[in-house]
């Protein structure tokens, strides 16, 4: 197995001092707080409400006073309809506070825009705004404050480079694992608003640009490159690297998976190999995750990657690829080792790096060697 080295304190990322990146063309960021949503409850103060395309109300601010006004929208007609008044296509909430949308509590401004009979829910804010809520949502907020501040310039690069990569798009990032999680409004107290504050506008580059800045739970002991586990073509060379420092309590896990369960998952999923009656890891990477597996029944066989696998089974459900599998009467035994796809920064590890002494820097160099350090003329 070939990984690169250990980093020792004195590593530290590229720096370009002095550098400042260009702006994606905005401040903001228009993150998807809901896709294909069939109703939305807006609760807040003096809500305004301005509808876009073919209706009576259109291009029209409609202002509901009031300490604590409830709008309800759905779709209809292919338009959006709200607590029974038509406000056509899109429609765009504001208010001088902050809004609630069910039940969780935001900054910015809400579009609510419809995809044929349902429609996404769009939070437009500040980009640092964001940040705090993406890094609430991720990270908790007693871990040591170098790795919430490696924790912050990663959540920006990868929003950044997102805003970058959809700015033709509705909406620039998901509110999910499908990107990054994200939490909505953060008390002014946090500790989150202090790792933001710290690294205000910084970035990650590769190669002079942004990146996805991808992370994880826990790598089990070994980072993954970029290309072991992602389809794209434009990801960074990222080198596995040896992680010491993820030892926490996602390090190891086990799973008895029934196979007449298994069975169904693929079954459901288009792969007719009727009851499971035995699994083969077909190929892994140089980190020893399962790049390939073949899963063979009673009615055939079927060869999967070791990610499409895992998104089958369930990713909470099957923690990683870095796994043995043996099957033995009905069920599948696997033994694994980590939290998440592997790639990039490991969670654990830098929890625990911080604990120890090293700073941001020191973190974000040991798991993306090879980036550079900038800053967001605009953030």
């Known amino acids: 197995m070939r990984v690169s080295g250990v980093l020792g304190p004195a590593a530290a990322l590229v720096l370009l001092a002095g550098a400042v990146l260009p702006a994606a063309g905005a401040s903001t960021i228009r993150v998807a707080v809901l896709e294909n949503a069939r109703a939305v409850e807006f609760r807040g103060t003096d809500l305004e ?11 029209q601010p409609v202002r509901v006073e009031g300490a604590d006004i409830l709008l309800r929208a759905v779709p209809r007609d292919g338009g959006v309809e709200i607590d029974g008044e038509p406000f056509g296509r899109t429609v765009r909430v504001r ?29 437009e804010l500040p980009l640092e705004q964001y940040v705090a809520g993406s890094l609430k949502a991720e990270a908790p907020e007693t871990w040591p404050r170098e790795a919430l501040r490696a924790q912050a310039i990663v959540v920006r690069t990868y929003a950044a480079y997102q805003r970058q990569l959809n700015a033709a798009r509705s909406y620039h990032i998901v509110a999910s694992t499908a990107d990054q999680q994200y939490a909505g409004r953060v008390d002014d107290a946090s500790p989150v608003w202090d790792a933001v504050r710290d690294t205000a506008g910084q970035v990650l580059l590769w190669e002079g640009a942004l990146f996805a800045t991808f992370y994880h739970t826990d790598d089990g002991g070994y980072t993954e490159a970029p290309g072991a586990v992602f389809a794209a073509k434009d990801l960074p060379a990222l080198r596995p690297v040896r992680c010491q420092y993820s030892a926490g309590p996602h390090f190891r896990w086990t799973l008895d998976l029934r196979l007449a369960d298994l069975s169904e998952t693929l079954r459901r999923a288009g792969f007719e190999v009727g009851a499971v009656t035995g699994i083969d890891v077909a190929g892994r990477s140089q980190t020893l995750r399962v790049l390939e597996l073949v899963v063979r029944g009673t009615g055939g066989a079927a060869r ?9 089974v369930g990713y909470d459900t099957l923690r990683s690829t870095l796994f043995a599998v043996a099957v033995d009467g009905q069920y599948a035994h696997f033994a694994g080792r980590g939290w998440g796809h592997g790639v990039g920064m490991c969670q654990a590890g830098a929890a625990a790096m911080a604990e120890q002494g090293y700073t941001a820097v020191q973190i974000l160099a040991y798991y993306y060697g090879g980036a550079s350090l900038s800053t967001l003329a605009e953030p």
């Open 95 to 123: 208010s001088a506070a902050t809004i609630r949308v069910n039940g969780r509590e935001y900054v910015g401004d809400f579009e609510v825009a419809t995809t044929g009979d349902a429609f996404a829910v769009i939070n």
């Open 49 to 59: 409400v301005t509808g876009a395309g073919e209706c009576p109300r259109c291009g």
């Open 304 to 312: 999967l990657r070791g990610t499409e696998f895992r998104r089958l």
